[in-house]
């Protein structure tokens, strides 16, 4: 059933109290709840519908009597309290549930052995019968009971207000949160864990209890995590002026989770790969997620539950936030420009297909069968995006009161996107335009921009045109409220100061307290629109578009040579990082043309020579330049044709891969020696840019047919110390198929079968190999012995990785299609979302030639024809198939 944005109703009652009593056991569990319900309206005596899906009801009652037959209704998804009383009434009501049967590891699941809950987003209908929806927000007590030896842990939100043991070897924990919260937010856990305890006072002299709870052997591995959780709270003080509510703070890592973490209050579950973590076993980029995911949980209590969303709708309004927020920690604690280059590549390799495709959906979906199937990039990294442009046009401060305002107006609510909106247009006494369009309207903006310069009269002007492409359901778009950050570049590479503009008859002074201005905002609001800068001593080179200040695809006229120009002059980093992927994405697609003509293939010297310049410019950050020698992936240059060819935009990018190796190997062999590992890992910004330097010139290497490379890998691969360093080199061994590769990953496995984690990543790298043929390999890897289609970690390696490599999921002989379609039936069965997750892969089918499309084609229809499929799976299908 599909729900609509424009539907939403108030609730006919609302939750004022919400007791909790779990029993639970080895077949069953039991849950008890006691409910003081309050009508809206007095007097209204509605039907009350609860939710809930898989429970057994054993006893309903209101106000201490039992419900007869005829008072209520329970079907396969609610329990309907047909004529209640009319005033407030205690709702009582005992269910049944087998968390471990449940393998949708949604509701009350047992993850290794320990019990957990992921209620987000409609979970919590798994666990009891309730009004599962944002706007109910009630306050919690919840008591667990259950053996003592299996479970010596009971935890829940809040405080623990009393423990115990009981007959039988069982004991009790009584946990109550003195917080209002939906009941998405809801979380229990119960096992054989440890904590790392540590503490910190917050800015008003609060002490709050930190615990990090694992199984016991992994409690080493720990210490980054709780690292990230004291930055995070001490910059949340700092920045947004956030300070923790309560006296204890759990997070919990498990082995078996759908996503990467949950923020439930004072009790975050995490995916334990983004948890646990030490030198030898987890990588730099691991170390980094962990840095922001606990972060991004932590930031949660504020934006999320503290102040909630008032329906499912509303998802960015508590995502795209948090994502900012936990964008900007990770930026304040490592390196601006490196960040936001990697936040935009994500951006441009996953949201902007998904804007492009048959799931494209504004920030702010209009409909949904499933819920969970829109936690994606476009609510979560283009909602972050839409944040961060309220603080291109407000300013850090400006920005600053626009969220102080929000907490104040609506802490204890479940509000809405304009909620935060208004708070932001008031605080500053903004003139916003059009930007709410933003929130509704999906698509990528396409804005066009062509520049002239007119010596005579000292003027540079800049044309801007945009279009928003058709997506489903939205074929005619208005014009976006567009921030365009820019500044002009003189002839020797420096940035002209900028002193007004003319615009819409206006001339706007863009100085300010006679400070000069560098670089300045454009708004952009309409369909064709022009700008003048006046007294412009020479002809400059625009730099548009800074620090990516909209998330739009940029057409300008800017040449090459521009563009040289700003890569290696433009004051702003990550338009330097920009104009080469421009460059390159250019010279990629040429050579493709050249590759299905099958005309030869050839490298622009004066690229090679641009990417010298870089490789050798020591004044720049190493981690700056390890991304601007990488070449935009082949995803990205697939989005830029008519009809996408990853054999050969596989090909083109190999070749210039190989290409760079050769004609640079000196400076290659010279960034690997100089960046080597020597002493102890460290988790910094200067030790990680050495690292994915050094490691980006050994993955260029790799490419080459030469022994002495060879040597050079291998030797990397035997003296690493840090599994950065070593499955950097694996990785590059495993570039060429044959014994070298083959030794290298069989040595591998054998050192680390014994970490799950580590595992993953072995998996990952196979399963996402370019080697042709590759899916042969994948059905073995199926059946390896540590493979477990149950765990969601595992099908994202393996299967998610699979996807992840266009020659061989797109394989011309449909052989990766078939791969992938029989797993998602298979894997629909024990896990819809995960199932829906791995199916999204065929949704861009479309962008590929006929012989690809059909094969595809009669994947997706084998699927929504398979029975018993669950609605995550269809509705993906299915509007894939629509298009
Ligand atoms: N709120 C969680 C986070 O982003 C994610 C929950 C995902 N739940 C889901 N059903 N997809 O931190
Ligand atoms: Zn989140």
Redo the contacts with the bound molecule.
């Keep these: 059933k599909e729900i609509f944005l424009k539907d939403y109703k108030l609730p006919d009652y609302y939750f004022d109290t919400v007791d909790l009593s779990f029993f639970l056991g080895e077949e069953k569990t039991t849950v008890c709840a006691k409910i003081s319900v309050i009508p809206r309206v007095d007097g209204g005596a509605a039907p009350l519908v609860l939710d809930g899906v898989d429970l057994k009801l054993i006893s309903v009652k209101i106000n201490g009597n039992e419900l007869k037959e005829g008072e209520f209704q329970v079907g396969p998804r609610h329990l309907i309290l047909t004529s209640p009383p009319s005033g407030n009434f205690i709702l009582e009501t005992v269910t049944e549930i087998l968390p471990h049967k449940n393998t949708s590891l949604e509701g009350l699941y047992k993850s290794s052995g320990n019990f957990c809950t992921?209620c987000?987003?409609e979970g919590f209908r798994k666990i009891t019968f309730y009004q599962d929806r944002p706007d109910i927000m009630a306050k919690y007590t919840c008591r667990i009971e259950a053996n003592k030896s299996l479970y010596p842990v009971l935890l829940s939100n809040g405080n623990l207000i009393e423990q115990g043991d009981l007959e039988g070897g069982n004991h009790f924990a009584l946990w109550e949160d003195p917080f209002k919260k939906p009941c998405y937010l809801f979380a229990l856990v119960a096992g054989q864990l440890e904590s790392r305890d540590d503490t910190f006072t917050t800015c008003s002299g609060r002490k709050v209890a930190l615990k990090i709870w694992t199984p016991p052997q992994d409690l080493p591995k720990t210490e980054h995590a709780m690292y990230s959780l004291k930055a995070a709270m001490k910059w949340d003080e700092d920045v947004f002026g956030r300070e923790y509510d309560l006296d204890i703070f759990n997070i919990v890592s498990v082995p078996d989770f759908?996503?990467?973490?949950?923020?439930n209050k004072s009790l975050n579950i995490f995916n334990s790969k983004l948890v646990l973590a030490s030198p030898e076993t987890a990588t730099d980029a691991d170390y980094a997620a962990i840095l922001g995911v606990i972060g991004?949980?932590y930031f949660?209590n504020w934006t999320g539950n503290r102040v909630t969303c008032r329906d499912w709708f509303q998802l960015s309004l508590k995502?795209g936030l948090t994502v900012f927020r936990d964008q900007e920690f990770s930026s304040d604690m490592g390196s601006r420009t490196v960040k936001r280059i990697g936040d935009v590549s994500k951006l441009r390799t996953y949201q902007f297909p998904q804007d492009a495709g048959p799931m494209a959906h504004p920030v702010r979906p209009h409909s949904y069968i499933k819920m969970?199937n829109f936690?994606t990039v476009t609510v979560y990294e283009k909602g972050a995006e839409v944040v961060r442009m309220y603080k291109t046009l407000l300013g850090s401060q400006g920005f600053r009161k626009g969220t102080d305002l929000y907490f104040e107006r609506h802490d204890g609510q479940a509000v809405t996107c304009e909620d935060f909106f208004a708070a932001m247009r008031d605080a500053n006494d903004a003139d916003f335009a059009n930007f709410l369009l933003w929130y509704s309207q999906a698509g990528t903006p396409i804005v066009k921009v062509t520049s002239s310069y007119n010596a005579e009269a000292r003027t540079f002007s800049l044309k801007f045109s945009q279009t928003v492409p058709p997506t489903p359901g939205q074929p005619v778009k208005e014009p976006m409220f567009i921030p365009v950050a820019a500044g002009l570049l003189d002839s020797s590479g420096k940035d002209m100061p900028l002193s007004s503009i003319y615009h819409d008859g206006k001339l706007e002074s863009v100085t300010c307290c006679g400070q000069s201005v560098y670089t300045t905002v454009l708004r952009v609001t309409k369909g064709e629109e022009e700008f003048t800068f006046s007294d412009v001593p020479e002809k400059p080179i625009p730099s548009l578009l800074r620090g990516y200040s909209a998330p739009i695809r940029l057409q300008s006229d800017l040449t090459d040579d521009d563009l040289f120009f700003l890569l290696a002059h433009d004051s702003d980093e990550f338009n330097r990082w920009e104009a080469g992927q421009i460059l390159a994405r250019k010279l990629m697609l040429n050579q493709v043309v050249n590759f299905q003509k099958s005309s030869p293939l050839v490298l622009d010297p004066q690229f090679v020579h641009g990417i010298k310049c870089i490789l050798l410019d020591s004044s720049l950050d190493k981690e700056f330049i390890a991304k601007a020698i990488t070449l935009p992936g082949e995803g990205e240059v697939m989005d830029m044709m008519e009809v996408a060819d990853p054999d050969a935009v596989h090909a083109v990018r190999k070749f210039i891969r190989k290409q760079l190796a050769s004609q640079l190997k000196h400076e290659f062999l010279n960034l690997v020696k100089e960046n080597r590992s020597t002493e102890k890992y460290v988790f910094d910004h200067t030790n990680m840019a050495r690292r994915t330097l050094k490691n980006t010139a050994l993955g260029y290497l790799a490419s080459l047919e030469d022994e002495e490379i060879t040597e050079l890998v291998l030797h990397e691969y035997k003296t690493a110390t840090n599994m950065t360093d070593q499955f950097s080199a694996l990785a590059a061994i495993a570039q060429k198929p044959g014994k070298a590769r083959d030794d290298a990953l069989a040595d591998f496995y054998n050192q680390w079968q014994q970490d799950y984690l580590v595992v993953n990543k072995w998996f990952a790298l196979q399963s996402s190999s370019d080697i042709p043929g590759n899916v042969e390999n994948l059905y073995k890897l199926l059946s390896h012995q540590a493979f477990d289609i149950k765990n969601p970690n595992k099908v994202y390696s393996l299967i998610g990785g699979f996807c992840a490599s266009p020659v061989n999921f797109h394989a011309k002989d449909g052989s990766g299609y078939k791969f992938l379609g029989e797993i998602v039936v298979q894997l629909d069965k024990l896990n819809p979302?995960v199932a829906s997750r791995m199916v999204s892969a065929f949704s861009r089918w479309k962008r590929y030639d006929e012989t690809r499309q059909n094969l595809a084609k009669a994947q997706l229809e084998m699927i929504v024809s398979a029975n018993g499929l669950s609605e995550n799976v269809y509705e993906i299908a299915s509007k894939s198939l629509a298009v």
């Excluded at 759908?258 to 923020?263: P, R």
């Design positions: 992921q987000e987003a759908n996503m990467g973490a949950m923020e991004h949980e949660h995502e969970d936690y979302q």
